[in-house]
């Protein structure tokens, strides 16, 4: 199931109608900073596990 032109356009103007700018912004700022705290935990943790496989081999 894909998402066409239209119907992006029609679940913005929704969302728009629901929150309100002010407040959509707010979400989007939001879930903008704990995508990127989430990918820096990520890297943390694989930058951790590094050392520990190459003491294995």
């Not at 700018?21 to 995508?35: E, M, P, W």
């Amino acid at each position: 199931m894909r998402l066409g032109t239209t119907e992006i356009i029609l679940i913005i103007v929704l969302a728009l109608v629901l929150f309100g700018g002010g407040k959509l912004a707010g979400v989007g700022k939001a879930l903008g900073k704990s995508i990127k705290d989430f990918k820096q935990e990520v890297k943390e943790e694989d930058a951790d596990k590094k050392p520990e496989d190459d003491t294995k081999a």
